[in-house]
T-cell receptor, first 117, second 113 residues
Framework: GAVVSQHPSWVICKSGTSVKIECRSL??????MFWYRQFPKQSLMLMAT?????????EQGVEKDKFLINHASLTLSTLTVTSAHPEDSSFYIC?????????????FGDGTRLSIL | LAKTTQPISMDSYEGQEVNITCSHN???????ITWYQQFPSQGPRFIIQ???TKVTNEVASLFIPADRKSSTLSLPRVSLSDTAVYYC??????????????FGTGTRLLVSP
Protein backbone atom coordinates (compact mmCIF):
# COMPACT_ATOMS: atom_id res chain seq x y z
CA GLY A 1 0.00 0.00 0.00
CA ALA A 2 0.85 3.66 -0.09
CA VAL A 3 3.73 4.59 2.18
CA VAL A 4 4.97 7.91 3.45
CA SER A 5 8.47 8.11 4.87
CA GLN A 6 9.90 10.76 7.18
CA HIS A 7 13.52 11.45 7.99
CA PRO A 8 15.04 11.83 10.48
CA SER A 9 12.91 10.13 13.12
CA TRP A 10 14.64 11.94 15.99
CA VAL A 11 16.66 15.14 16.17
CA ILE A 12 18.38 16.74 19.14
CA CYS A 13 20.10 20.05 18.56
CA LYS A 14 21.15 23.28 20.20
CA SER A 15 19.00 26.37 20.35
CA GLY A 16 19.48 28.58 17.29
CA THR A 17 20.10 25.71 14.91
CA SER A 18 18.00 25.18 11.79
CA VAL A 19 16.63 21.69 11.29
CA LYS A 20 15.33 20.13 8.08
CA ILE A 21 12.78 17.31 8.06
CA GLU A 22 12.03 15.33 4.91
CA CYS A 23 8.75 13.73 3.90
CA ARG A 24 8.68 11.33 0.96
CA SER A 25 5.88 9.47 -0.76
CA LEU A 26 7.49 6.16 -1.64
CA UNK A 27 5.19 4.58 -4.21
CA UNK A 28 2.98 7.38 -5.43
CA UNK A 29 3.16 11.00 -6.48
CA UNK A 30 1.72 13.64 -4.20
CA UNK A 31 1.05 17.14 -5.46
CA UNK A 32 -0.04 18.06 -1.96
CA MET A 33 1.41 17.08 1.38
CA PHE A 34 0.52 18.25 4.86
CA TRP A 35 2.58 19.05 7.92
CA TYR A 36 1.28 18.60 11.46
CA ARG A 37 2.70 19.25 14.90
CA GLN A 38 1.78 17.30 17.99
CA PHE A 39 2.65 18.15 21.59
CA PRO A 40 2.65 15.46 24.29
CA LYS A 41 -0.82 14.14 25.19
CA GLN A 42 -2.39 16.42 22.60
CA SER A 43 -3.95 15.92 19.20
CA LEU A 44 -2.36 16.66 15.84
CA MET A 45 -2.50 20.26 14.77
CA LEU A 46 -2.25 21.15 11.10
CA MET A 47 0.55 23.59 10.39
CA ALA A 48 0.60 23.97 6.61
CA THR A 49 -0.25 22.55 3.23
CA UNK A 50 2.74 21.86 1.00
CA UNK A 51 2.01 22.38 -2.71
CA UNK A 52 4.32 20.98 -5.37
CA UNK A 53 5.77 23.76 -7.46
CA UNK A 54 4.16 26.60 -5.54
CA UNK A 55 4.14 28.28 -2.15
CA UNK A 56 2.91 26.49 0.91
CA UNK A 57 -0.31 27.52 2.59
CA UNK A 58 0.03 28.11 6.32
CA GLU A 59 -2.63 27.80 8.97
CA GLN A 60 -3.45 30.77 11.12
CA GLY A 61 -0.86 31.39 13.79
CA VAL A 62 1.94 29.45 12.08
CA GLU A 63 4.93 31.62 11.17
CA LYS A 64 5.91 30.99 7.55
CA ASP A 65 9.37 32.44 8.08
CA LYS A 66 9.92 30.14 11.02
CA PHE A 67 8.71 26.97 9.33
CA LEU A 68 9.99 26.92 5.76
CA ILE A 69 8.34 24.42 3.45
CA ASN A 70 9.69 23.32 0.09
CA HIS A 71 7.90 20.88 -2.23
CA ALA A 72 10.24 20.73 -5.19
CA SER A 73 9.19 17.33 -6.53
CA LEU A 74 6.10 15.15 -6.59
CA THR A 75 7.56 12.80 -3.98
CA LEU A 76 9.38 15.10 -1.56
CA SER A 77 8.40 17.89 0.79
CA THR A 78 10.74 19.38 3.37
CA LEU A 79 10.03 21.34 6.53
CA THR A 80 12.84 23.49 7.90
CA VAL A 81 12.53 24.83 11.41
CA THR A 82 14.70 27.92 11.34
CA SER A 83 16.57 29.16 14.38
CA ALA A 84 14.89 26.57 16.53
CA HIS A 85 14.24 27.25 20.21
CA PRO A 86 13.11 24.98 23.05
CA GLU A 87 9.46 25.90 22.48
CA ASP A 88 9.74 24.41 18.98
CA SER A 89 10.40 21.00 20.51
CA SER A 90 7.56 18.78 19.34
CA PHE A 91 6.57 15.80 17.22
CA TYR A 92 6.27 16.76 13.55
CA ILE A 93 4.25 14.55 11.21
CA CYS A 94 3.61 14.76 7.48
CA UNK A 95 0.87 13.19 5.40
CA UNK A 96 0.00 12.66 1.75
CA UNK A 97 -2.36 10.65 -0.38
CA UNK A 98 -2.47 9.28 -3.86
CA UNK A 99 -4.79 11.81 -5.40
CA UNK A 100 -4.81 9.86 -8.65
CA UNK A 101 -6.79 7.07 -7.02
CA UNK A 102 -10.34 7.84 -6.01
CA UNK A 103 -11.27 8.06 -2.32
CA UNK A 104 -7.81 7.29 -1.00
CA UNK A 105 -7.23 8.11 2.67
CA UNK A 106 -4.35 10.21 3.89
CA UNK A 107 -1.22 8.28 4.76
CA PHE A 108 1.06 9.54 7.49
CA GLY A 109 4.77 9.35 8.07
CA ASP A 110 6.04 8.01 11.37
CA GLY A 111 6.92 11.48 12.57
CA THR A 112 10.05 13.33 13.62
CA ARG A 113 10.67 14.07 17.25
CA LEU A 114 12.51 17.37 17.55
CA SER A 115 14.22 18.26 20.82
CA ILE A 116 15.86 21.66 21.14
CA LEU A 117 18.26 22.08 24.03
CA LEU B 1 -15.05 19.56 8.46
CA ALA B 2 -17.91 18.59 10.78
CA LYS B 3 -16.96 18.79 14.45
CA THR B 4 -16.72 15.47 16.22
CA THR B 5 -17.02 14.48 19.86
CA GLN B 6 -15.49 11.34 21.34
CA PRO B 7 -14.89 10.07 24.86
CA ILE B 8 -11.48 11.18 26.09
CA SER B 9 -10.50 7.74 27.29
CA MET B 10 -11.69 4.14 27.60
CA ASP B 11 -10.39 1.11 29.46
CA SER B 12 -10.77 -2.51 28.45
CA TYR B 13 -9.30 -5.95 29.00
CA GLU B 14 -7.73 -8.35 26.56
CA GLY B 15 -10.22 -10.40 24.60
CA GLN B 16 -13.11 -7.98 25.04
CA GLU B 17 -14.93 -6.15 22.29
CA VAL B 18 -14.46 -2.39 22.40
CA ASN B 19 -16.92 0.08 20.93
CA ILE B 20 -15.89 3.72 20.57
CA THR B 21 -18.66 6.12 19.66
CA CYS B 22 -18.20 9.40 17.86
CA SER B 23 -20.85 12.12 17.64
CA HIS B 24 -21.05 14.28 14.54
CA ASN B 25 -24.39 16.06 14.68
CA UNK B 26 -23.57 18.47 11.85
CA UNK B 27 -22.51 15.86 9.32
CA UNK B 28 -23.26 16.91 5.74
CA UNK B 29 -24.79 14.84 2.96
CA UNK B 30 -21.47 14.26 1.18
CA UNK B 31 -19.44 13.59 4.32
CA UNK B 32 -17.75 10.27 5.04
CA ILE B 33 -16.59 9.03 8.43
CA THR B 34 -12.96 7.98 8.80
CA TRP B 35 -11.14 6.49 11.78
CA TYR B 36 -7.42 6.58 12.47
CA GLN B 37 -5.29 4.84 15.11
CA GLN B 38 -2.16 6.38 16.59
CA PHE B 39 0.47 4.67 18.70
CA PRO B 40 2.93 6.71 20.78
CA SER B 41 5.68 8.30 18.70
CA GLN B 42 4.11 7.19 15.42
CA GLY B 43 1.96 8.83 12.80
CA PRO B 44 -1.77 8.03 12.60
CA ARG B 45 -2.74 4.89 10.72
CA PHE B 46 -5.93 4.56 8.67
CA ILE B 47 -8.33 1.99 10.12
CA ILE B 48 -11.66 2.23 8.36
CA GLN B 49 -13.95 4.54 6.45
CA UNK B 50 -17.67 4.50 5.74
CA UNK B 51 -20.72 6.46 4.65
CA UNK B 52 -23.72 4.55 6.04
CA THR B 53 -24.88 1.30 7.65
CA LYS B 54 -21.97 -1.04 8.31
CA VAL B 55 -18.46 -1.41 7.01
CA THR B 56 -16.13 -4.22 8.03
CA ASN B 57 -12.50 -4.97 7.29
CA GLU B 58 -9.87 -7.24 8.75
CA VAL B 59 -9.27 -5.09 11.81
CA ALA B 60 -12.53 -3.33 12.69
CA SER B 61 -16.16 -2.64 11.97
CA LEU B 62 -17.85 0.70 11.59
CA PHE B 63 -21.52 1.10 12.43
CA ILE B 64 -23.38 4.15 11.18
CA PRO B 65 -27.07 4.65 12.03
CA ALA B 66 -29.57 5.94 9.53
CA ASP B 67 -29.39 9.56 10.70
CA ARG B 68 -25.56 9.44 10.47
CA LYS B 69 -25.22 11.77 13.44
CA SER B 70 -22.95 9.32 15.17
CA SER B 71 -20.79 6.32 14.39
CA THR B 72 -19.28 3.48 16.36
CA LEU B 73 -15.90 1.91 15.79
CA SER B 74 -15.93 -1.70 16.97
CA LEU B 75 -12.71 -3.55 17.75
CA PRO B 76 -13.34 -7.28 18.26
CA ARG B 77 -11.33 -9.11 20.91
CA VAL B 78 -8.78 -6.42 21.66
CA SER B 79 -5.23 -7.21 22.65
CA LEU B 80 -2.60 -5.21 24.50
CA SER B 81 -1.29 -3.95 21.17
CA ASP B 82 -4.58 -2.16 20.53
CA THR B 83 -3.70 0.36 23.23
CA ALA B 84 -3.60 3.59 21.26
CA VAL B 85 -5.44 6.82 20.52
CA TYR B 86 -8.34 6.54 18.09
CA TYR B 87 -9.46 9.54 16.06
CA CYS B 88 -12.79 10.00 14.30
CA UNK B 89 -12.88 12.44 11.38
CA UNK B 90 -15.77 13.52 9.19
CA UNK B 91 -15.64 15.21 5.80
CA UNK B 92 -16.30 15.06 2.09
CA UNK B 93 -13.56 12.72 0.84
CA UNK B 94 -14.16 13.90 -2.69
CA UNK B 95 -13.37 17.46 -1.72
CA UNK B 96 -9.76 18.64 -2.01
CA UNK B 97 -10.22 20.26 1.37
CA UNK B 98 -10.78 16.90 3.05
CA UNK B 99 -7.18 16.02 2.52
CA UNK B 100 -6.48 18.70 5.09
CA UNK B 101 -7.50 16.69 8.12
CA UNK B 102 -8.59 18.41 11.32
CA PHE B 103 -8.13 16.12 14.28
CA GLY B 104 -10.26 16.23 17.40
CA THR B 105 -9.13 15.10 20.82
CA GLY B 106 -9.39 11.39 20.03
CA THR B 107 -10.11 8.52 22.41
CA ARG B 108 -7.25 7.06 24.40
CA LEU B 109 -7.89 3.32 24.70
CA LEU B 110 -6.01 1.37 27.34
CA VAL B 111 -6.14 -2.41 27.14
CA SER B 112 -5.06 -4.27 30.25
CA PRO B 113 -4.16 -7.95 30.74
Amino acid sequence: GAVVSQHPSWVICKSGTSVKIECRSLDFQATTMFWYRQFPKQSLMLMATSNEGSKATYEQGVEKDKFLINHASLTLSTLTVTSAHPEDSSFYICSANNGQTHNQPQHFGDGTRLSIL
Amino acid sequence: LAKTTQPISMDSYEGQEVNITCSHNNIATNDYITWYQQFPSQGPRFIIQGYKTKVTNEVASLFIPADRKSSTLSLPRVSLSDTAVYYCLVGDINSPGFQKLVFGTGTRLLVSP
